[in-house]
C-alpha cells in the first residue's frame, strides 16, 4: 500500500547544478500535483498534471520543468539551481473524479529536502 | 483570487483542554474545504472536509470543524487535545470546478502535558 512515493528523500546540491525529483504513485489517480513549502510560506503549486500527457503550471513556476509520460509518474526538474530553490518539495495526487462520489482528497509523499549551496 | 487565512502562527493549549484552529477563506461560489496535519518530517496527511451539507464536519482523530458561510470561516476543533496532536495545520479551500487546493500558511499546535 505505497500510495505517493518521492525519491530522494534528502539531496545537496550546487549552484548550476541540476537534477529530477522523482514522483510516483500506485492509486491510479490521474491527479498529480508538485507542491514547495517555505517556513511560513504555507505550500505553493508549482505544476500540476490531470493526466498522462497533459500538465500546467501552478503559482511558482519558473526554473521548473515536469512531464507526464505515464499515468504513475510525474517527475520534476530543476535545470539550473539556484539557492531560492531550497525547499521542501512535496508530490500529490487526486483521483480526479468529480460528482458526489468523489474524494476530493490529495494523498502525500512524505517529501524531498533540497539545499542548493 | 481565491485565498485562504489562518490567523495564529502558533496556538498552545493544555492535554485535555478543547481546542481551536482559525480558517477564513475567500473564494467565488460554494467551495470545497479542508483540513490536512503535517507531522515532522512527513508529507501532509488529510484530516477532514466540508463539500455539502451539514455544517459540522468530523473527521479523524476525534477533530472536527464547522462550516460558517456568513463568516467564511471553517476552524477546526477538538473538545479533548492530546499531547499527539502537537503538529502543523493546514487549511485548504477548493473552488468549485478546480482540482487545485489553496492552502493557508499553516498554524503550528502545540499540546503541553
Given at each position: 500500500n505505497a500510495g505517493v512515493t518521492q525519491t530522494?528523500?534528502?539531496?545537496?546540491?550546487?549552484?548550476?547544478?541540476?537534477?529530477?525529483?522523482q514522483c510516483t504513485q500506485d492509486m491510479n489517480h490521474n491527479y498529480m500535483?508538485?507542491?514547495?513549502?517555505?517556513?511560513?510560506?504555507?505550500?505553493?503549486?508549482?505544476?500540476?498534471?490531470?493526466?498522462a500527457?497533459?500538465?500546467?503550471?501552478?503559482?511558482?513556476?519558473?526554473?521548473?520543468?515536469?512531464?507526464r509520460?505515464t499515468t504513475e509518474d510525474f517527475p520534476?526538474?530543476?535545470?539550473?539551481?539556484?539557492?531560492?530553490?531550497?525547499?521542501?518539495?512535496?508530490c500529490a495526487s487526486n483521483e480526479g473524479?468529480?460528482?458526489?462520489?468523489?474524494?476530493?482528497?490529495q494523498y502525500f509523499g512524505a517529501?524531498?529536502?533540497?539545499?542548493?549551496? | 483570487?481565491?485565498?485562504?487565512?489562518?490567523?495564529?502562527?502558533?496556538?498552545?493549549?493544555?492535554?485535555?483542554?478543547?481546542?481551536?484552529?482559525?480558517?477564513?477563506?475567500?473564494?467565488?461560489?460554494?467551495?470545497?474545504?479542508?483540513?490536512?496535519?503535517?507531522?515532522?518530517?512527513?508529507g501532509?496527511?488529510?484530516?477532514?472536509?466540508?463539500?455539502?451539507?451539514?455544517?459540522?464536519?468530523?473527521?479523524?482523530?476525534?477533530?472536527?470543524?464547522?462550516?460558517?458561510?456568513?463568516?467564511?470561516?471553517?476552524?477546526?476543533?477538538?473538545?479533548?487535545?492530546?499531547?499527539?496532536?502537537?503538529?502543523?495545520?493546514?487549511?485548504?479551500?477548493?473552488?468549485?470546478?478546480?482540482?487545485?487546493?489553496?492552502?493557508?500558511?499553516?498554524?503550528?499546535?502545540?499540546?503541553?502535558?
Amino acid at each position: 500500500n505505497a500510495g505517493v512515493t518521492q525519491t530522494p528523500k534528502f539531496r545537496i546540491l550546487k549552484i548550476g547544478q541540476s537534477m529530477t525529483l522523482q514522483c510516483t504513485q500506485d492509486m491510479n489517480h490521474n491527479y498529480m500535483y508538485w507542491y514547495r513549502q517555505d517556513p511560513g510560506m504555507g505550500l505553493k503549486l508549482i505544476y500540476y498534471s490531470v493526466g498522462a500527457g497533459i500538465t500546467d503550471k501552478g503559482e511558482v513556476p519558473n526554473g521548473y520543468n515536469v512531464s507526464r509520460s505515464t499515468t504513475e509518474d510525474f517527475p520534476l526538474r530543476l535545470e539550473l539551481a539556484a539557492p531560492s530553490q531550497t525547499s521542501v518539495y512535496f508530490c500529490a495526487s487526486n483521483e480526479g473524479k468529480g460528482g458526489v462520489l468523489a474524494k476530493n482528497i490529495q494523498y502525500f509523499g512524505a517529501g524531498t529536502r533540497l539545499s542548493v549551496l | 483570487a481565491q485565498s485562504v487565512a489562518q490567523p495564529e502562527d502558533q496556538v498552545n493549549v493544555a492535554e485535555g483542554n478543547p481546542l481551536t484552529v482559525k480558517c477564513t477563506y475567500s473564494v467565488s461560489g460554494n467551495p470545497y474545504l479542508f483540513w490536512y496535519v503535517q507531522y515532522p518530517n512527513r508529507g501532509l496527511q488529510f484530516l477532514l472536509k466540508y463539500i455539502t451539507g451539514d455544517n459540522l464536519v468530523k473527521g479523524s482523530y476525534g477533530f472536527e470543524a464547522e462550516f460558517n458561510k456568513s463568516q467564511t470561516s471553517f476552524h477546526l476543533k477538538k473538545p479533548s487535545a492530546l499531547v499527539s496532536d502537537s503538529a502543523l495545520y493546514f487549511c485548504a479551500v477548493r473552488p468549485t470546478g478546480f482540482q487545485k487546493l489553496v492552502f493557508g500558511t499553516g498554524t503550528r499546535l502545540l499540546v503541553s502535558p
